[in-house]
C-alpha cells in the first residue's frame, strides 16, 4: 500500500463567486480504501469530478495513476460511480450492461462475470423495473466495474439507502478491494468511513482539515479518560496508569472499565466547529 495512485497539489476551483476548492492537497495510495469526507457543499463532488477530467480546475496539479485526469491512458482503469443510475428499466439486467458494454467497447464475456461478482447473475433476465433497490444499486456497481478498473471513485455509494442495501454495497465494495481495487469514496457517513476506509480526509470549505487512518484520528483526538463502573459508582479518571492502578486499589467491585475515545463523527465536528 505505498504506492500513490491519486496525488493531489493545491486543487482549486471555483463557480462565479462561489469558491468550492482552495489549495487541497492528498494522496491516495495503491490498494487502500479512501474516505473522503464533508458536510454538504464541501467539495467532494467537485474534487471527483476534477479527478475523473469531468471538469477542469483553476489551478493545482492533479496526478491519476502517474497522468493527467484527462488522459485516455488512463481511461479503462477507472470506474466511476455517482448518483444518477442511468439505468433503462424496460430491458432487462443482462441488456443493460450489454447495452453499456457495447458503447464502451467491452468485451461482453465481462457481462456474466461481473454478474457473478455482485450476485445477479440469477436475475440476468429480470426486467429493471422489477428489480429491488439493493439489485438496482448491484447492477449499478457492476455497470461501474465491468471493465475491471483498478481505481474506483464512489460518490455516496450508500447515500439514501435503506440500512440493508447499504450494507450489500459496502460488502461489494470491501470485496473489491480485498481483490485490489483501490476505492476513493466520499460520503456523509463517518460510521461508514470508520468501518471501511483505510485513511480518511476531512473536507471543510474547500481543503482538507486533518486525515490519518480513522483509529490514530480517534486517539489523537481523545480527551485521554477512562470510564469505571463500580457497583457503587459510574465516573471518570484520567488515562493515566498510575492514576489507575491507585484507583483499582480502592474499589471492591468493578463492574466496567475503558477507555473514552470519539467517534469519528465527534472528531469531524470538533474540528469543523473549531474552523467556523
Ligand atoms: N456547477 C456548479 N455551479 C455553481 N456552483 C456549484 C456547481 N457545482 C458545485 N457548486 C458549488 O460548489 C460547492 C461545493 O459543491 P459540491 O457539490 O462539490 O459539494 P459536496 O461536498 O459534494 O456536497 P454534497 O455532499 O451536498 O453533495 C457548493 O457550494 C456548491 O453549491
Known sequence: M?????????????????????????????GEIFGFLGPSGAGKTTTIKLLTGQLKSDGGDIQILG????????KSQIGIMSDNSGLYEKMSVYDNLLLFAKIYDIDKR???KVLEEVDLLDAKKQLVSQLSKGMKQ????ARTIIHSPSLLFLDEPTANLDPSTANE???????LNAKGTTVFLTTHNMEEADEM???????????IIESGHPEDLKLKYSKKQIRMKTSQEDYTIPLDPKLLKQELEHIDELLMIHSIEPT????????????S
Do not use: W
Open 110 to 112: 465481462c457481462i456474466e
Open 138 to 141: 448491484r447492477l449499478i456497481f
Open 2 to 30: 505505498d504506492k500513490n495512485v491519486i496525488e493531489v497539489k493545491q486543487l482549486s476551483k471555483s463557480f462565479q463567486k462561489t469558491v468550492a476548492l482552495q489549495g487541497c492537497d492528498f494522496s491516495v495510495r495503491k
Open 67 to 74: 497522468e493527467k485526469p484527462f488522459s485516455s491512458k488512463i
Open 169 to 175: 454495497v459496502r460488502e461489494i465494495i470491501k470485496k
Open 197 to 207: 476506509c483505510h485513511r480518511v480526509a476531512f473536507l471543510n470549505h474547500g481543503h
Open 264 to 275: 469519528l463523527k465527534e472528531v469531524f465536528l470538533t474540528l469543523t466547529k473549531e474552523e
